[in-house]
């Protein structure tokens, strides 16, 4: 399966924990986006990673929210000190390094459950 | 801040029906993307459109880019019960987050 590639799919954590959210890639995908969908909306972008930078994380909450793309490796979308408001779906989605038409294409997703 | 309207929210019809669903903005976009979404999976890319006035068709569905590239829409002509999903239009801009708009649900009867 050549696709974009997210774990957990579903992940549990109580108040105050750390969720940790993997994405690799598609192969020969160099960018990374990450966004978030709640119940029966859209999805609302939050960070965009080119390997080893943050390109833009304008849709990340300041605070709690990080992520980062290594040199080898996924993406990791981490979570600290999760509060209820935190559940969500996160979508990773990535894009090949010069696309041609803004193309992003979606992995399946990780469903975060605060308790 | 760019925003996208899709309309209808929810529609629910007979299969052999045809159907359209829109998506309007106030601001140009380098492209537009249609999605659709199955429940506990993510979006899957149906088209992209990229100039004004542009057609695309996929079997039985048919999209339109507006001229002025701020609105779309997506036609489906003899819906089948296999077409039920949650249909999402997002804009783009140059390699850049894209815009969703807050998605159609479609429910085929059969």
């Known amino acids: 399966n050549a696709g974009v590639m997210q774990n957990p799919r579903h992940l549990v954590r109580r108040r105050g924990q750390e969720a940790r959210l993997r994405c690799s890639p598609m192969?020969?995908?160099?960018?990374v986006y990450w966004y978030r969908q709640l119940p029966e909306e859209g999805l609302k972008f939050m960070v965009y990673?080119?390997?080893?930078?943050?390109?833009?994380e304008s849709g990340m909450p300041k605070e709690r929210f990080s992520a980062e793309f290594p040199k080898e490796g996924p993406s990791i979308l981490r979570i600290q000190q999760v509060v209820r408001g935190d559940s969500a779906a996160y979508f990773c989605a990535s894009s090949p390094p010069a696309p041609l038409r803004d193309e992003q294409y979606f992995g399946p997703g990780t469903r975060l459950t605060v308790t | 801040t760019q925003l996208l309207e899709q309309s209808p929210q929810f529609l629910s019809i007979q299969e052999g029906e045809n159907l359209t669903v829109y998506c309007n903005s106030s601001?140009?976009?380098?492209?537009l993307q249609w999605y659709r979404q199955e429940p506990g999976e993510g979006p899957v890319l149906l088209v992209t459109v990229v100039t004004g006035g542009e057609v695309k068709k996929l079997k039985r569905l048919t999209f339109q880019f507006g001229d002025a590239r701020k609105d779309s829409s997506l036609h489906i002509t003899a819906a089948q019960p296999g077409d039920t999903g949650l249909y999402l239009c997002?804009?783009?801009?140059?390699?850049?987050?894209?815009?969703f708009g807050s998605g159609t649900r479609l429910q085929v009867q059969p």
């Open positions: 192969k020969g995908h160099s960018h």
């Open positions: 990673l080119q390997k080893e930078n943050i390109i833009d």
């Open positions: 997002a804009g783009g801009a140059g390699r850049r987050a894209l815009t």
């Open positions: 601001s140009v976009f380098s492209s």
